[in-house]
Structure formats: structure tokens, C-alpha cells
């Protein structure tokens, strides 16, 4: 008889963007004729800066070619792309990252989703809240926790981000062995500082944990004092993995390419202290499982880093930009404390009652969609996250609402 | 300290087409000036169909342009697409399966060795040998095997192909749950007939046992007896889930399209017995891991299933097919045993001598580039893989250098 996997039964049914979803459409159905303003799921609305369209054409007509066809590219990427990386993203800010470092993929979604496969069984997980779901449910369906009680599941380590510690958790009081950290953080907006990120590398060092470091929202930073590596820490090489994306980069969301760094410095251990390197064992489950990303959109993602596609990337992310301080300065001018929206996309506000009343007061009073801080854990509660991603206009016209309804 | 899953450990070091790469790059600087053919990896040579270049440029167009530019898509993909094949690779055949039973990805290696995670770690897996690596590496990195003991791993079932049988395996003389099943074979050519697969299936329904059906190569079957899906035997769709793709369809190994049908009404068990629907399962896997394949990507894949589109993917495949006769009618006629070869890419050539011995003498004499059998599994020794995927000229140049060599 072929028996499931019964972790999978452990999970808590997604219903944050479902439960959104649904009352947006029961709001839009008894009232047709209100424009409903979204500013809640964390997608890009602007199209593809023309240098990279311009590369995607290009890569498009070589597989139109039999000179210039391309079958099997290699799994961790092409590179002409890896080596770019390599020097634009890292070496170019002092990161000693080479190209065969890189592992081209086509969503970050995946491989903060897929990494986990590389661990023991019993490690001791790490885990912020609040938190991009993926990193807790990728590990209830491999089997590292136990049951949902109250929204967390045993065996996880939660780290909790509050007002007092401005959502950058403290270092655990208890061992772990696997970190998982995002800043800029998602859902938060929070950055963290040089000093603060050592202090986690520092704890990684000396304990033989892993820090796995999420960057996708790294193009947000612009104060030149943050970090936008973790590499850019000394002694990170030995202990941390990043995860990079294009999709908020460069309008990437539905085209589709992200990497991951794996230095081959960094090590995990057997059960009899040996030492594994982490890149030949990523490098393995690459090539086992995924045959590499489309070759006319490893094309467009190499224009990304041209003169042209730099300015023009850098462009988009300044409109989200300044959609995130508008966003910021009339929430904090309605009287609401603010996280986030400064080197980042999305603004983090204490709502000052549940977050799903606050969700609803929005929708029902503005028609404007945000995301109940509650959905990313519990402690989310109170709190709403409100994304920059949209036309200035509806963003404009999105506070002008909640001027009228707040105020 | 962060430790590694050690069945990483378990591990054989996939040395085959390491192996192969050494040889030539070992005999290309001895000989310079020899012209060598590959005929060793199955990867399509030709460039992508007209129809399916264009509708490409079409969908990069979208993306330049904020009035059509897609973000984050439905992970499963665009019902545009699900819809098409349900209706064209299914339906058109009498397989009654619908568009959302398709989940679209980006490879049916990635489908392949991911669903693996839906099922226990103590399930009893039925695996062919010769056989594509994928299914067995990834079982192993999963822990449901034990050591590997003169090239088979301890606690796998392996399904012999032999002469004798056709390389169509009997089935299992103890209890499986879990059956991989690739037709037409990946590396033998073999395919395999309704009354064949129907004993498949009607194993599966007594035993509740579950098929992983790979059907990456049906676009090759042009024998109208023959099935192209596991649906058109009747009760697959309790017990079967299917994977296809559109690289060696339609030319899409570096555009990278494949898709996974899981019925709604195929079931795996909890430990108690009860009932769970793998389509919910798979779904939940899918969403959680993977963020939807490019958009341009799957308005290509559409085109695959225009008039035009059917047409040219069709002379594509053709192409292939009447290269895989030659070598069929040439190797037969000196003298060869050959399996595959008709509705089919791949030639299996009885080779009389060790599978490396006889690849080093084609290389060395010759300068054709075949697959050594052994590295598929202990039941190819003794063969070799000639792979159709060339041009015409390529073929015909290799089969005199064959001729000369071997007659």
C-alpha cells in the first residue's frame, strides 16, 4: 500500500492569502462599482526594463537558430551569468564571492524551499517571527517539528521580532544549529546594521550553525552603512548560504530567475565531526534534481548587470521606493508607528487593534488590500504590512482613503 | 553544530557522463583534427518550431509593456496552457483528464525527483534497471535505501530488463508500493503495449500500489496501437500519476517546460488507512516549493499546441525518428541486436563485448560518441546507448565511420 508522507498532515492550511482573497471578492461583489486599490501580496506591477527585454528578444531568436541553439545548459547556471554576478553583486563591494559560487535557479521560493533537503534529520532550527512562511513549512513537511499547537510548531526555535527589539530578534538562548534570516525582511520592512549581523555571524562561528540569509529585497537598500551581503561580514564564507532573487530586482516575478551563494568554505558536519562541504553537496542535489533555467531569460537576467539595465533596474526600485516613504510618512502623520518602508518595499504598522479588524476597516471603509500582520506569525498580531508595489497614482490614492477613514 | 543528511553519503558519484566527457576531451587532444559526433546525451539539436518563436517574442512584448507585463503567476500555471494540453495530450486521446489535473513546471527532472516527498520513508520502491539515475539518486538522497552493494542499493526492488524479456520487466515476485515506469525507455527505446501497461495498472489496483509514469519520449510514438499516456488504460487515473515534457516534443531542453498530470481521484494512505488525495498533496508541495515557470516560456509552450505549432513540432520529431531508423537498419545490418529505435529516439545496441570497451572502440575508431549501457544499471552491461539526436548529416557521416569500423 503506498503510504504518505503523514508530516504533511501537520500542516496548518494556508489560509492567509485564501482568507484575503475571499473577502476582497465578497467586498468587491457587494459593492461593483468601488476600485479596489492592492496593496497587499509583495508583486512587482512595472514592466521589464528595456535592456533586459531587449536581451530576452535576443536570446529568444538564438534558439530560433541552429548555429546558435541552445539544448541542456549547465544546471548551476551559465557563466556568462554566474561570473557576472560574481563581480557585480559581490566582489564590487568588497565580498569575496567567485562565479562558481553561484548557483543560478529559478526561484528563491524554491531554494529556501529545497536547502533544507541537506540536513540531518534532528537539527535545531532557528526560525524569526514573524516570518516568510515557506522557511517553517518546507521543514513541517521534511519532518524537523512536531504538531501546530497555538500557531507554532514544536521542536522550532522562534525568534521573536517585537517593537522593543524593532523586529531584529536576539541571538537564541538556547543551541541551534540551522538560522534563518531576511533583511530587508519580509514582512517587516526592518534592516539590520553591520554590527547586528556580525553579532549573528560571530554567535554562527562559534557555535557550528549555519545562517541561512535571505537577501531577495537586498536592491532596497540604499543607506550605504547597511549591509546588502551577508558576505560583506568577515567570516561569513564559512558559515552563512544567501539567497538572491531578480524578481524584485529587475521586475522578475513573472520571468522568473534568482541564485543562491554557496561558498566552499562553508561546512556541515556528520555524526562523527567530519566535516561535508555544503557546496559540493548543494552542487549534488542541483544536478540531480533541476536542469538549469531558461536560456533566453539567463540572457535577460545578464542584461540586468549592463550599464543600461543597472540604471534602468535602479529606476524601478526608486519608484517602489518612493512609493514605500509615501506610504511611511502618511501612515506615521496618521499617528501610526512604522517599521520598514526605508530601504525596503513594504511598511510594517502597528494597527493599534487585531490585525484582520484592521485588514477589514481598510477594505470595507477604503477598498484598500493590505496583509494582516497575524498571517506571518503570532507575532504579527496587531500589526499590517502595506506594500509599495503599485502605480504611484494608486499609491497616492490609496493614502488620500486612508487620510479620510484614519484621520 | 549543524549536521548533514547523511545519505548524501550513500551516494554512488554519478562518474558515467564524467566518464564519457574525460574520454573524448582525452581523445580530441591526441587527435585534433578529427571531426568527432556525439550521439551520447539525449539533447535536441535543432532549433525551437516557428510558431513557438514567435508566440515567445509575443509574450516578452507582454512584459515590456505595464498594460500586459504578468508577475507572479499561478504556480500550477496559466490555465491557458493547462487547459490546451488537458484538451490536445488527453482528452483528444480518450484520457479523460482535466486542466486542473496538469501542473505545469519546469522540468520533468525536477517532477520526477520531487515526488518523492509525498510518500513515507519506509514505502517498498520498484525501480527497472537499466533506468534514467534520477529516480534512484533521489530516493537514496531521501533516505528510503541502504548501501550501495556492487551497484545496486540494499532495499530497492530493481525490475530486471533483459534480452529476454525486451526490456518490458515482469512484475514484482514481492510487494511494492511505489513502481517508476518509463515508455517509450530511457535508454533502451523499448516501448511498451496496452495489454503490457494494463498489467501495470491492474497490479497498482490490487496491491494499492501507486505508478510514476515518465512519458517524457511519447511524442516519438507513431504506432496508433501503442498508448502515449498511462490514461488510456482504463483505472489509471486511480493509481498513476504522469510526467511529460516538452523538451524532446518540441525542442525545449534549454526553454525548459514539462508538466506533471496527479488525477483528483489518485489516493495514497496514512498508517491508519484512510485515504488522501495526492492531487491536494502535490499541490500543497507545488505552491510551497516553486513559483510558476516564466510566462513568455509558457506562451511558448502554447504555440506547441497550434495548428502550425502540432505541424512543425511533429517535423521535429520526425526529423529525429527517421535519424533513430538509420541507425536502427544500420547497426541491424551488421549484424547488431538493437532494441528501440521505432517510436522512438534511442537505439539499444547488444554490443557483444564490455558497454566501455565497446565505446572506447567507437571513439577510437571512428570518433562517434555513443552511451556506455553499464552506467544505466548492472542490466546494461554489455550495451550501448545511440542516441537520434543530430542532424541528418551528422547521422549519416557517423553510421559509414560504423560501417567501416565494424563490418
Redesign the interface.
Known amino acids: 500500500?503506498?503510504?504518505?508522507?503523514?508530516n504533511?498532515?501537520k500542516?496548518k492550511a494556508?489560509y492567509l492569502f485564501a482568507d484575503i482573497s475571499r473577502r476582497v471578492t465578497a467586498f468587491q461583489q457587494a459593492n461593483p462599482d468601488k476600485k479596489i486599490i492592492r496593496l497587499g501580496?509583495g508583486?512587482?506591477?512595472?514592466?521589464?526594463p528595456?535592456a533586459v527585454?531587449a536581451a530576452?528578444?535576443k536570446g529568444?531568436?538564438e534558439?530560433?537558430?541552429?548555429g546558435t541553439?541552445?539544448?541542456?545548459?549547465p544546471e548551476q547556471g551559465y557563466d556568462f551569468l554566474r561570473d557576472l554576478i560574481a563581480k557585480e553583486d559581490f566582489q564590487s563591494r568588497g565580498a569575496d564571492i567567485s562565479g562558481d559560487e553561484i548557483f543560478v535557479s529559478?526561484?528563491a521560493?524554491?531554494d529556501t524551499?529545497?536547502i533544507q533537503?541537506?540536513?540531518?534529520?534532528?537539527?535545531r532550527i532557528a526560525i524569526p517571527d514573524p516570518v516568510y512562511p515557506?522557511y517553517v513549512?518546507?521543514n513541517v513537511?521534511a519532518g524537523r517539528t512536531g504538531q501546530n499547537v497555538d500557531g507554532r510548531y514544536e521542536g522550532l526555535v522562534y525568534l521573536d521580532g517585537t517593537r522593543e527589539n524593532g523586529f531584529i530578534p536576539e541571538l537564541p538562548g538556547e543551541p541551534v544549529?540551522?538560522i534563518y534570516l531576511c533583511y530587508p525582511n519580509n514582512p517587516t520592512g526592518a534592516t539590520i546594521t553591520r554590527p547586528q549581523l556580525k553579532a549573528w555571524v560571530d554567535y554562527a562561528r562559534e557555535?557550528?550553525?549555519?545562517i541561512l540569509f535571505d537577501a531577495a529585497y537586498e536592491a532596497f537598500v540604499r543607506d550605504p552603512e547597511l549591509p546588502r551581503s551577508i558576505y560583506e561580514i568577515e567570516g561569513a564564507r564559512e558559515v552563512a548560504i544567501e539567497f538572491r532573487s531578480l524578481s524584485k530586482t529587475a521586475?522578475f516575478?513573472?520571468?522568473?530567475l534568482a541564485f543562491t551563494v554557496v561558498p566552499k568554505t562553508c561546512m556541515?558536519?556528520?555524526?562523527q565531526?567530519g566535516a561535508?562541504s555544503l557546496h559540493a553537496?548543494w552542487n549534488?542535489?542541483h544536478t540531480?534534481?533541476?536542469?538549469?533555467?531558461?536560456?533566453?531569460?539567463q540572457r535577460a537576467a545578464a542584461a540586468v548587470y549592463s550599464p543600461e539595465g543597472k540604471a534602468q533596474s535602479r529606476a524601478l526600485v526608486d519608484h517602489y521606493l518612493n512609493n514605500a516613504a509615501i506610504i511611511r510618512k502618511e501612515m506615521t502623520a496618521l499617528g501610526y508607528d512604522c517599521v520598514g518602508g526605508e530601504n525596503s518595499p513594504y511598511v510594517w504598522i502597528d494597527g493599534k487593534m487585531g490585525s484582520w479588524d484592521f485588514f477589514d476597516m481598510l477594505l470595507s471603509k477604503a477598498a484598500v488590500v493590505c496583509t494582516p500582520g497575524a498571517g506571518f506569525g503570532s507575532c504579527g498580531e496587531g500589526y499590517i504590512r502595506i506594500s509599495a508595489f503599485n502605480?504611484l497614482a494608486n499609491v497616492q490614492e490609496a493614502m488620500e482613503r486612508l487620510r479620510a477613514v484614519l484621520k
Chains 1, 2 share one sequence.
Open positions: 500500500m503506498i503510504r504518505i508522507n503523514e504533511y498532515l500542516l494556508s501580496i508583486d512587482v506591477t512595472e514592466p521589464l528595456e527585454v530576452f528578444h529568444v531568436d534558439m530560433a537558430d541552429a541553439f541552445r539544448g541542456y545548459g529559478d526561484g521560493k524554491c524551499g529545497n533537503e541537506l540536513f540531518a534529520g534532528d537539527i515557506v513549512d518546507t513537511m544549529d540551522l557555535n557550528k550553525a549555519l521586475g516575478t513573472g520571468t522568473r556541515a558536519y556528520d555524526s565531526g561535508h553537496m549534488r542535489r540531480t534534481k533541476f536542469n538549469g533555467v531558461s536560456y533566453p531569460v502605480s
